[in-house]
């Protein structure tokens, strides 16, 4: 597989995670805000933020998540250009990283928060649990990729200056 292959597939890759991260916030996030709102049906104060606030901060989280999308493609693009190894793709790297981070510690906030009013369902700490462990995930394999690039384009640089 060529470098404009491999380019195109990883393209598809993050216009289908786009795609998908869009039908989740459309159709899941209110669904499921709908749903919880039914349960809590008796407690106000848990209607309201299992209802309303929650869905709402999962939904303005996703934002950095388009923005780390659009990075990717960037990424991609470079890729197709035989320009893997780039200080631009080190940055796009570790400002993906910083967003990945950024996400995280707002899920962390939000679990510890619900967490606090007692959820009845048990898969409400597991969902935030999954979710804060692959921000983390993510935030350090970025930060990695981000540093490894970034020492592979100086030696890259180094190369292109000794010939």
Known sequence: MGQKELSLLLKVVVVVLTVFLA?????????????????????????AVFGCVVPGIVAASSVPG???????WG??????RNNSFCTQNA???RAISRLALGD???????AVSVLALGP???????????????????????????????KAADLKDDNDLTI
């Open 23 to 47: 039908a989740v916030l459309i159709f899941f996030v209110p669904m499921l805000g709908h749903n919880v709102s039914d349960y809590y049906a008796g407690d106000p104060l848990k209607t």
């Open 66 to 72: 388009f923005i780390a999308l659009w990075l990717a």
């Open 75 to 80: 990424i991609f693009t470079e890729i197709g």
């Open 91 to 93: 940055r796009r790297l």
């Open 104 to 110: 995280t510690c707002v899920y962390v906030v939000l």
């Open 120 to 150: 009845k369902h048990p898969s409400v700490p597991l969902i935030f649990v999954a979710v804060t462990l692959f921000g983390a995930a993510v935030t350090v394999c970025c930060a990695a990729l981000s540093h490894l690039t970034q």
